[in-house]
């Protein structure tokens, strides 16, 4: 529809009907999309009711004046990093975009005035800092979208000023935790995105106050453990994602009472456990994703307790054996069950699969069951399973271990040993941990420095040398048994001494390494006269140790220094070296080490005493030649008659000039 208005060069104004993803209504618009401006035009009718400027190159946001009427403006892709006052005047506005500008900061009361804004789209700036009150006066903002920026923290005030904010989108910043009391006074939060951050720490309260939030994104961050607790706060919510997070495993009652109806835990890089009530009382979970976990090996029998409204779950894409029939009979309203492009061990483990996909009395809950494919035993490999034959009674099959480590391993003396073995078989199979000892290992115990952790995960604390050798898992039931075997290697720590030169009577001694000792007790040096037979002198190292100077050594004599690791009564050299003292001088017995406060403290000083040396020079000069320049004539001719006129005229001296001049003046 044409609308009778004059309009800027390149632009197009007419009335019609704007229809975006979060404003749809009819308007007087003027469009200069793409228009090669450099400055928003001024000669805009009163009347413009929206104002698209989007894909130019404009900085500054300078608006003309009288433009109340303004609703709609969309000032995205361009170069903007500041805008004036004039924005505050737009107090009938609902819509500003401001994304793909360089804004890097909002300062307090930047938008006050726009207090019917419904949306504030922020993403895809440069912002780093945001003062405590920019978004104050804001009552009436329901979506505030700062994607894609450079913030590293979030601020309790910032949502103070939005009371009626209900989606918030931080995802793609660099927030690293996020902490108790941020939102305690959003309570009309419906959704927060925080997808691609870099989240690792999630405190007991960081959700309080959100009462109403019913999504909550929180892929592709840091985070290593589920925070149970903090969802605790959250009673309305209905959707969790934690895509893509570094989470190794799922443990016991990691959700639990939760009210959420869709829960997503794929893409997980290390997930490859999930243990006996890990899904506990979720009475209103209906989808759950669990695909695409490249890691997870194991689901245990018994990981879903009281979860009734399950409906549709979906384990496909994982590196999963089997999935127990238990599972299955464990979700009462199950409808479809997604398991395709797993590594199916086909055995008794999966007639209940077979039985359930070639029933013509109900439908199968396995999705497409033409793809589920035998990747083991060997003669069954590529085999999908509705070639093979249906039963009708119960089988017992054979144990097969799955176990959760590599076939070899090289660790360091006094690190940590943890293996994980489960097992799958009809009968239930039972686990025995064999060591390079002999010693065979069926319960939970724990003893020294070995535990058996409910009967699956071995743990060897503070490994020796001796410790070195063949550890092995053996699944054993009335059928038969599997065993799954490691080699294990402990090795000195990649730590080694650097002697610094020295001629005097001292040897310093450095070394590298020292990330290597967070499983270390006690490290230790040892030292002596090379080829001596005397016991050798301890020195204790703490953590953060670097170097250690001996001084009062005798002079030109080799010393061997050793890097030593002990436990209990037991010592392990790291690493030897010799040195050689130099030239004997007279220093405090005994060792220390090297302070850099005290060094810094001697250098300060001395360089103190130069400038006041320096100093006090130029105060001498300076008096010498104001008492020159201050003698009577009388002075002058007394000095002049009593000094030879050969000692006086020296010209290379600094005065020469000046005092020759005086005598020739006195001799005409």
């Not at 107090?91 to 949306?119: A, C, D, E, P, V």
């Not at 390494?513 to 040096?525: A, L």
């Not at 220094?561 to 436990?567: G, K, L, N, Q, S």
Request: one cysteine or more.
């Amino acid at each position: 529809m044409d609308w009778n208005v004059e309009c800027p060069l390149k632009c197009a104004c007419y009335i019609g009907r704007l229809d975006t993803e979060n404003f749809k209504q009819v308007m007087k618009i003027v469009n200069c999309t793409n228009a090669g401006l450099f400055l928003i035009p001024q000669n805009l009718s009163s009347s413009t009711e929206a104002l698209i400027v989007s894909s130019n190159s404009i900085k500054d946001l300078n608006l003309p004046p009288r433009m109340r009427q303004l609703k709609y403006l969309d000032v995205s892709n361009n170069k903007v990093t500041t805008f004036d006052k004039q924005i505050q005047k737009l107090i009938q506005l609902r819509n500003l975009n401001l994304h793909s500008n360089f804004i890097t900061t909002l300062r307090n009361g930047q938008f006050s005035g726009l207090k019917y804004l419904i949306n504030l789209d922020l993403s895809k700036n440069k912002l780093r800092y945001i003062e405590k009150h920019a978004f104050g006066g804001l009552n009436y903002v329901q979506r505030l979208n700062l994607e894609d920026n450079n913030l590293n923290t979030l601020e309790n005030q910032w949502f103070v000023g939005m009371p009626s904010l209900k989606w918030l989108y931080l995802s793609r910043n660099v927030l690293r935790e996020l902490r108790s009391g941020v939102f305690d006074t959003s309570n009309h939060l419906d959704t927060i995105s925080f997808t691609e951050n870099k989240i690792r720490n999630i405190e007991n309260n960081a959700f309080f106050g959100l009462e109403q939030l019913a999504t909550l994104d929180l892929s592709n961050n840091n985070i290593l453990s589920i925070p149970s607790k903090s969802f605790l706060k959250l009673p309305n919510l209905k959707k969790l994602n934690f895509d893509g997070n570094p989470i190794y495993r799922l443990v016991r009652e990691t959700f639990c009472n939760l009210n959420v109806s869709v829960l997503s835990l794929s893409y997980m890089p290390h997930l490859s456990v999930i243990e006996e009530g890990a899904f506990a009382n979720l009475t209103k979970l209906i989808s759950l994703q669990l695909h695409d976990n490249q890691k997870l090996v194991f689901i245990d029998p018994n990981a879903f307790e009281n979860i009734p409204s399950l409906r549709n779950l979906y384990i496909h894409n994982n590196r999963l054996r089997v999935l127990p029939h238990k599972i299955i009979q464990s979700l009462p309203s199950i409808k479809v069950c997604h398991f395709y492009s797993n590594l199916l061990h086909c055995d008794c483990n999966i007639d209940w699969m077979v039985n359930d996909i070639l029933s013509k009395n109900h439908t199968s809950i396995m999705y497409d069951g033409a793809m589920l494919i035998c990747y083991t035993p060997p003669s069954r490999y590529g085999l999908p399973i509705v070639s093979l034959p249906q039963t009708n009674q119960t089988q017992n099959c054979v144990p097969m271990t799955i176990p959760i480590y590599d076939k070899n391993y090289e660790v360091s003396i006094g690190e940590e040993l943890r293996l994980e073995c489960h097992a799958t078989g009809v009968p239930e199979p039972n686990i025995t941990w064999m060591l390079p000892n002999g010693s065979m290992l069926s319960q939970s115990i724990k003893y020294n420095r070995i535990e058996v952790k409910d009967k699956f995960i071995l743990i060897v604390r503070h490994l020796q040398k001796s410790d070195s050798g063949l550890y092995a898992c053996q699944a054993t039931n009335s059928e038969g048994f599997d065993i799954s075997e490691t080699l294990v290697k402990v090795i000195n720590k990649p730590i080694r001494i650097i002697a610094l030169p020295s001629t005097l009577n001292y040897i310093t001694i450095t070394w590298n390494g020292t990330k290597y000792w967070s499983m270390i007790s006690d490290y230790q040096i040892h030292y002596r006269e090379a080829k001596s037979r005397v016991n050798y002198r301890i020195v204790h190292l703490s953590p953060y140790s670097r170097r250690y100077t001996f001084s009062n050594l005798k002079s030109y004599t080799s010393y061997e220094f050793c890097i030593v690791y002990v436990y209990s009564t037991e010592v392990y050299p790291v690493d030897c070296i010799n040195a050689t003292s130099g030239k004997a001088l007279d220093y405090l017995p005994g060792i220390t080490s090297v302070n850099t406060k005290a060094v810094a403290a001697v250098i300060t000083i001395v360089v103190m005493i130069f400038i006041l040396a320096c100093a006090v020079m130029v105060v001498r000069k300076f008096k010498r030649r104001k008492s020159y320049n201050s003698t009577t004539d009388e002075e002058d001719t007394f000095v002049t008659t009593q000094i030879p006129l050969e000692n006086v005229y020296q010209p290379n001296t600094y005065m020469c000039s000046s005092k020759t001049s005086l005598i020739r003046a006195q001799e005409q």
